[in-house]
T-cell receptor
Framework: DARVTQTPRHKVTEMGQEVTMRCQPILGHNTVFWYRQTMMQGLELLAYFRNRAPLDDSGMPKDRFSAEMPDATLATLKIQPSEPRDSAVYFC????????????FGPGTRLTVT | GENVEQHPSTLSVQEGDSAVIKCTYSDSASNYFPWYKQELGKGPQLIIDIRSNVGEKKDQRIAVTLNKTAKHFSLHITETQPEDSAVYFCAALGYSSASKIIFGSGTRLSIRP
């Protein structure tokens, strides 16, 4: 049963600290997305990659957020320094772009910045 | 860019009745319209999708309709059951936006026993 995995599932940190969230896409999927979900803004696309290359990160605050794909099995989203307004659930999703548009979402990382 | 509006934001229906959620989109070039269901504590999961060359698609108790002229699409759930309670998101993929799917704001559906 192939699925997207994310770690950690929960993270509580103090303002100013660095936060790193990790995602393992489904094997064989070549497109990876990072979303942020809040009550006020709903689901926002932060960035996405195809074949490990960043295609669009226009939704991401670039002064503190960065997203990378060191290899095909790992995507990371970093926040440095973190702020209380970053508190949200962060989802990773993957897709096999050439076959379907369907995105498979991971379980999310719930981030709380105090 | 694409904008997707979704209504209602909350919906409560009696078990066994039907539920309808409606969405409108702004980009006339959009050609793919998925619907996602999100249960508490989980990520969204695709439940049905429709492409612009089709007006209606059905999968058991779930159906989606698309009106390209009016730029709106709807999700219909018949014979609702308690496990249908969740947040539902519509979305649209614009032809000009590569893989960038824009999500609606979500509808919280509650099924009353």
């Amino acid at each position: 049963d192939a699925r997207v995995t994310q770690t950690p599932r929960h993270k509580v940190t103090e303002m100013g600290q660095e936060v790193t969230m990790r995602c393992q896409p489904i094997l064989g999927h070549n497109t990876v997305f990072w979303y942020r979900q809040t009550m006020m803004q709903g689901l926002e696309l932060l960035a996405y990659f195809r074949n490990r290359a960043p295609l669009d990160d226009s939704g991401m605050p670039k002064d503190r957020f960065s997203a990378e794909m060191p290899d095909a099995t790992l995507a990371t989203l970093k926040i440095q320094p973190s702020e209380p307004r970053d508190s949200a659930v962060y989802f990773c999703a993957s897709a096999q772009r050439d076959a379907t548009y369907e995105q498979y979402f991971g379980p999310g990382t719930r981030l709380t910045v105090t | 860019g694409e904008n997707v509006e979704q209504h209602p934001s909350t919906l409560s229906v009696q078990e066994g009745d039907s539920a309808v959620i409606k969405c409108t989109y702004s980009d006339s070039a959009s050609n793919y319209f998925p619907w996602y269901k999100q249960e508490l504590g989980k990520g969204p999961q695709l439940i049905i999708d429709i492409r612009s060359n089709v007006g209606e698609k059905k999968d058991q108790r779930i159906a989606v309709t698309l009106n390209k002229t009016a730029k709106h699409f709807s999700l219909h759930i018949t014979e609702t059951q308690p496990e249908d309670s969740a947040v539902y998101f519509c979305a649209a993929l614009g032809y000009s936006s590569a893989s960038k799917i824009i999500f609606g704001s979500g509808t919280r559906l509650s099924i009353r026993p």
